[in-house]
């Protein structure tokens, strides 16, 4: 706290403790102490701090209180500002979700920042939440894309997936959206899901023929060559740098079997039409992206990606477009909530990159969802699958 407060002298900086800390002698003058027991609540108005840091405090805290202490840290930070919680960072994975963090997240590799939970790996630029919310926003999508698509996959491996022993892939799967729809369909295959954070999914309800592997693939995938009949990846466009690409689907090649299917789905963050408020949105989306060497331009870019392949053929691509608006009936209002969805999980981020505060972004994301609706305003999303070469 000390290292802070003469590193921003500009800023106030309050450090609480339950016990008195404060050696005068080398206070400075940006800093304030103030003595009070967290377990009670904060001794602060609502909406007081920009930034509220706290440390290895897993043995202080009892893990019913969890809850409450994040409550009230959530209660006085400013809307827009920012919740920094930094535990032991052990690598243990959990198989379980919470929205807070319970004493047992101090032991994962879990940081937490505006009251969601995130991953903790320092090798991957993904920025969305890992949390329960986030999960939810995720099965609402799967059943979104489902339905547009009429289906979870477009290779022709019907065959592959009914028969026995057939060894299937879901890299990124998230909440296991897919792999769960999936495993309950083709009984007789065995599905595993490897995301960068765990699974939530508890074993009452994971059927027998899936495995959850906790695992980030920019460091390679953690199978022998030619192990999977078919490789399914969607929605890995924040995940995977631009120039990272080539190297995960060589990897994908690598662990697919002589004959097996690889399939890729990846959208656009582009619509269209667009009205004023959409495309100030979208550029300044497609800005924020380029900035983390993630490629906007990915959905449009897998045909060629594969293309380039020697031990790929039979490469097809599938285009589908989600519709917004009335015109769409349920299926468009279901986009539009989607939608809605997307704008909460990457709120802190999109802030930043339009420059704007919490409620202006709120009444910013409220006018796009509008403009979506009366554009009646369409977003690609792109298939390609091929199959390896015997
Ligand atoms: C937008 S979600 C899509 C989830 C799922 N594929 C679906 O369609 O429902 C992207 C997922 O990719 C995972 N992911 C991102 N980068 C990753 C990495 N380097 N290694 C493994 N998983 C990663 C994220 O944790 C997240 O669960």
């Keep these: 706290m000390f290292e802070m407060t003469s590193d921003y002298p500009n800023t106030q900086i309050t450090g609480v403790d339950i016990s008195p800390v404060q050696p005068t002698e080398i206070k400075l003058q940006n800093v304030n102490f103030v003595k009070a027991n967290l377990l009670n609540g904060l001794p602060f108005e609502n909406d007081t701090f920009d930034y509220i840091f706290q440390r290895f405090l897993f043995s202080a805290i009892p893990k019913d209180s969890w809850p409450d202490v994040m409550n009230e840290l959530t209660r006085v930070l400013k809307p827009g500002g920012y919740l920094e919680s930094l535990s032991m960072g052990s690598l243990i994975s959990k198989n379980d979700s919470k929205d807070l963090p319970t004493s047992d997240d101090h032991?994962?590799?879990?940081?937490?920042?505006?009251?969601?939970?995130?991953?903790?790996?320092?090798?991957?630029?993904?920025?969305?939440?890992?949390?329960?919310?986030?999960?939810?926003?995720?099965?609402?999508?799967?059943?979104?894309?489902?339905?547009?698509?009429?289906?979870?996959?477009?290779?022709?491996?019907?065959?592959?997936?009914?028969?026995?022993?057939?060894?299937?892939?879901?890299?990124?799967?998230?909440?296991?959206?897919?792999?769960?729809?999936?495993?309950?369909?083709?009984?007789?295959?065995?599905?595993?899901?490897?995301?960068?954070?765990?699974?939530?999914?508890?074993?009452?309800?994971?059927?027998?023929?899936?495995?959850?592997?906790?695992?980030?693939?920019?460091?390679?995938?953690?199978?022998?060559?030619?192990?999977?009949?078919?490789?399914?990846?969607?929605?890995?466009?924040?995940?995977?740098?631009?120039?990272?690409?080539?190297?995960?689907?060589n990897e994908l090649i690598r662990v697919l079997k002589p004959g097996g299917f690889l399939e890729l789905i990846e959208t656009s963050p582009k619509f269209s039409p667009m009205g004023p408020y959409t495309s100030e949105l979208m550029k300044s989306g497609r800005e924020m992206l380029i900035k983390k060497?993630?490629?906007?331009?990915?959905?449009?870019?897998?045909?060629?990606?594969?293309?380039?392949?020697?031990?790929?053929?039979?490469?097809?691509?599938?285009?589908?477009?989600?519709?917004?608006?009335?015109k769409a009936d349920k299926l468009g209002q279901t986009a539009i909530l989607n939608q809605k969805n997307i704008f909460s999980t990457t709120k802190i981020h999109m802030m930043n990159a339009l420059q704007v505060g919490s409620e202006e972004y709120d009444v910013f994301t409220k006018n796009v969802l509008e403009e979506l609706r009366e554009y009646e305003s369409t977003q690609d999303f792109n298939c390609v699958y091929a199959s390896k070469i015997f």
């Design 107 to 249: 032991f994962t590799n879990f940081q937490y920042l505006g009251g969601r939970r995130y991953h903790n790996e320092s090798n991957s630029s993904y920025f969305l939440p890992n949390d329960d919310k986030e999960c939810d926003r995720l099965h609402l999508q799967h059943f979104l894309i489902k339905s547009v698509r009429q289906g979870n996959f477009s290779a022709p491996v019907e065959d592959i997936l009914n028969k026995e022993g057939s060894k299937v892939l879901d890299v990124g799967c998230g909440a296991g959206s897919w792999t769960f729809d999936m495993a309950t369909n083709y009984p007789k295959s065995q599905i595993v899901g490897i995301d960068i954070s765990p699974i939530p999914s508890s074993s009452e309800i994971k059927p027998k023929n899936i495995t959850f592997i906790q695992t980030n693939v920019l460091n390679g995938l953690p199978f022998e060559d030619n192990s999977f009949d078919f490789i399914f990846q969607r929605f890995l466009i924040l995940g995977i740098p631009a120039d990272k690409w080539n190297f995960l689907i």
């Design 293 to 326: 060497n993630l490629n906007p331009n990915v959905a449009y870019e897998l045909e060629s990606l594969i293309a380039n392949q020697e031990e790929l053929e039979n490469n097809k691509c599938v285009k589908y477009q989600i519709f917004y608006g009335n």
